[in-house]
């Protein structure tokens, strides 16, 4: 069962508003990860962590910023929502195992800038 | 780079239906082939994986077989149920990366 966890689920916001989004694993896992997804459901890699002070860009260009100063913890900052933000964001986190990797999912925090 | 293209859905079936949800990868070297499922309101859930070539990734009825000729990892089902609807992703991994798919929805109808 995985033990990571995405607060709020659900968030309604104007535009200009600085946000967080929260995501914490129980699982000690070294490697973290934040994937948008949008309506039509392709998933877009924004941010990806390998550990504790380090974090990288991911693949698709996102205007929010993350951190990771604990392992269990990898926020999601925006600091001006926008309406283009208005989208689904998934944290994830993985265990590297012969075989690749397995990522674990929250539940998600569906974002809608008004 | 590497790359995962599924088959286009919506896919719509009754239920008992026989299911194949194609996918096919680009990738240099051996990657590791996987499927995830998500539930309607849920983040994704890993469903099955094949880690070479002729592996057979199974779970909840659900198969993929690692054709490495084809460079393919179709997903099927022999008889699906209700509470199969969901979206499924299939993704491979590669350097520390997980690369997905475009995802497919899939709809059964009782």
């Known amino acids: 069962e995985a033990d990571i966890y995405q607060t709020p689920r659900y968030l309604v916001i104007g535009t200009g508003k600085k946000i967080t989004l929260e995501c914490s694993q129980t699982m000690g896992h070294d490697k973290m990860y934040w994937y948008q997804q949008d309506p039509g459901m392709e998933l877009h890699l924004i941010h990806y962590s390998y550990g504790v002070n380090s974090t990288e860009k991911g693949d698709l260009s996102s205007e929010s910023t993350v951190s990771r100063i604990r392992t269990e913890h990898f926020p999601l900052t925006l600091e001006s929502a926008r309406p283009s933000h208005t989208s689904q964001y998934l944290c994830?986190?993985?265990?590297?195992?012969?075989?690749?990797?397995?990522?674990?999912f929250g539940s998600g925090t569906q974002l809608s800038v008004l | 780079g590497d790359s995962v293209t599924q088959m286009e859905g919506p896919v719509t079936l009754s239920e008992e239906a026989f299911l194949t949800i194609n996918c096919t990868y680009t990738a240099t070297g051996y990657p590791s082939l996987f499927w995830y499922v998500q539930y309607p309101g849920e983040g994704l859930q890993l469903l099955l994986k094949a880690t070479k070539a002729d592996d057979k990734g199974s779970n909840k009825g659900f198969e993929a077989t690692y054709r490495k000729e084809t460079t393919s990892f179709h997903l099927e089902k022999g008889s699906v149920q209700v509470s199969d609807s969901a979206v499924y992703f299939c993704a491979l991994s590669q350097a520390q990366k997980l690369v997905f798919g475009q995802g497919t929805r899939l709809t059964i109808n009782p």
């Open positions: 994830a986190s993985s265990e590297s195992r012969q075989g690749g990797e397995k990522l674990f």
